[in-house]
């Protein structure tokens, strides 16, 4: 059976940081590209950051480029998403993803709020 558990979600003040965790269970993460999308409320879900499964190379959705940084660690079978200076923009339900050809997991979410 696949798990993708996210953890590390919370309150934080804005300007703050938080640091979330995908930890995977049932496949190996090396073999799939990885992708953390969020949900705002009343608002499409959309991808933030992804990770090439064949190397390091990372993108970002524009609006958390320099601020967000995706990794992964294959000998812990986990993918993270640091996230520095947060707004209240970034307020949503954080999901991870792992995916590769015919093969599409997800994580239950988990909720970020960035409020004063």
């Known amino acids: 059976q696949v798990q993708l558990v996210e953890s590390g979600g919370g309150l934080v003040q804005p300007g703050g940081s938080l640091r979330l965790l995908c930890t995977v269970s049932?496949?190996?993460?090396?073999?799939?590209?990885l992708r953390w999308y969020r949900q705002a409320p009343g608002k499409e879900r959309e991808m933030v950051a992804g990770?090439?499964?064949?190397?390091?190379?990372?993108h970002y959705l524009k609006a958390v480029e320099g601020r967000f940084t995706i990794s992964r660690d294959n000998t812990k079978n986990t993918m993270s998403l640091q996230m520095n200076s947060l707004s209240q923009e970034d307020t949503a339900v954080y999901f991870c993803?792992?995916?590769?050809?015919?093969?599409?997991?997800w994580g239950q979410g988990t909720q970020v709020t960035v409020s004063s």
């Open positions: 049932g496949i190996t993460l090396s073999n799939y590209a």
């Open positions: 990770m090439s499964r064949f190397n390091d190379n990372a």
């Open positions: 993803n792992a995916v590769r050809l015919g093969e599409d997991f």
